[in-house]
Nanobody, 125 residues
Framework: VQLVESGGGSAQAGASLRLSCLATEVTYDKTCMAWFRQPPGKEREGLAS???????VYSDSAKDRFIISKGAAENSQFLDINNLNPEDSAVYYCALRWSSGLSPCHLMRGDYDWWGQGNQVTVSP
């Protein structure tokens, strides 16, 4: 499995940003795809996940300004971040794991087997 992210970069506070992720060579029939981020000097935190049938889970910190969605391509996803603020500056990671299709895709870092390379997002005041 390979995950390729795109869409990071620099933005002004108040703007919106879209991150994209495409997973290839996936052999699982059901998956959880998720977004995590790691601010400088802090732990990696889960933001949102989407199961292959579309079920979504948000962390408490992400549910107001972050929107996760599936892409048209199989095993692709987006993360839209609205009303950016400097505290959103972090490396954002796409992640994937197998899913039974029966349980929600919880945002536990250790559950995810496959990770993208990380994409820096920097928000200036």
């Amino acid at each position: 499995v390979q995950l390729v992210e795109s869409g990071g970069g620099s933005a002004q506070a108040g703007a919106s940003l879209r991150l994209s992720c495409l997973a290839t060579e996936v052999t699982y029939d059901k998956t959880c795809m998720a977004w995590f981020r790691q601010p400088p000097g802090k732990e990696r935190e889960g933001l949102a996940s989407i199961r292959s049938d579309g079920q979504i889970v948000y962390s408490d910190s992400a549910k107001d300004r972050f929107i996760i969605s599936k892409g048209a391509a199989e095993n692709s996803q987006f993360l839209d971040i609205n009303n950016l603020n400097p505290e959103d500056s972090a490396v954002y990671y796409c992640a994937l794991r197998w899913s039974s299709g029966l349980s929600p895709c919880h945002l536990m870092r250790g559950d995810y087997d496959w990770w993208g390379q990380g994409n820096q997002v920097t928000v200036s005041p």
